[in-house]
């Protein structure tokens, strides 16, 4: 025979301790837990007449060690009709575990793709270094004021400048960027490799 258990509780913390409870103490099924609003729950469970008696009144003393009990019902031989308004539970089956695809095949797949992601990278990354040697100053600010905050904050993390620290290169204007760049391009522009 079968039967079904509910247990109505406030909160979610003791909706997931009544049914870890019930489930523990009997050979019970979760059949649903439902949230009514409120913060209200509605956890509802099947199985034979004796193991849920034994399931709901297990999890109604944690609910009420918990402060979060309002009701708790069995319904000893339920009738077809009152099993339409409960859903069933959901089953797993072998059938998915069939589908899956095999594990090797994953990881080649996911080797395959941080392998392309890693060659757009590359392909970003552009040859030629940043500013080529031996640029006069004029020439040098142009490019230099042509450019991009972010790429000057790159070109000064490249080139460890002495005058500003990483966090002042972070938070430093365009025109405190160029001005540091070009000091320190004047003493050595070997260190913008």
Not at 62 to 69: G, T
Not at 126 to 133: A, C, F, M, S, V
Request: aromatic share 2%; with cysteine; glycine share 4%.
């Amino acid at each position: 025979m079968t039967a079904l258990g509910m247990i109505e509780v406030r909160g979610y913390l003791g909706a997931v301790s009544v049914a870890d409870t019930a489930l523990k103490a009997a050979n019970v099924t979760l059949n649903n837990a439902e949230v009514i609003r409120g913060g209200i729950t509605t956890i509802q469970l099947t199985g034979d007449v004796a193991a849920v008696n034994a399931a709901v009144e297990a999890a109604t003393q944690m609910a009420n060690i918990l402060n979060c009990l309002l009701s708790s019902h069995v319904i000893a031989r339920v009738d077809e009709q009152t099993k339409a308004l409960m859903r069933e539970p959901e089953q797993t089956t072998s059938q998915t575990n069939s589908e899956e695809i095999p594990e090797e095949t994953t990881h080649q797949e996911m080797n395959e793709k941080e392998t392309a992601e890693a060659t757009t990278i590359e392909e970003k990354i552009p040859d030629q270094p940043i500013i080529l040697e031996n640029v006069e100053d004029e020439e040098l600010k142009k490019k230099l004021v042509d450019k991009k905050v972010s790429e000057l904050r790159t070109i000064a993390y490249k080139m460890n400048l002495r005058s500003l620290t990483k966090k002042e290169i972070k938070f430093a204007t365009k025109e405190s960027l160029i001005k540091a760049i070009l000091m320190e391009s004047e003493g050595s522009e070997s260190d913008w490799d």
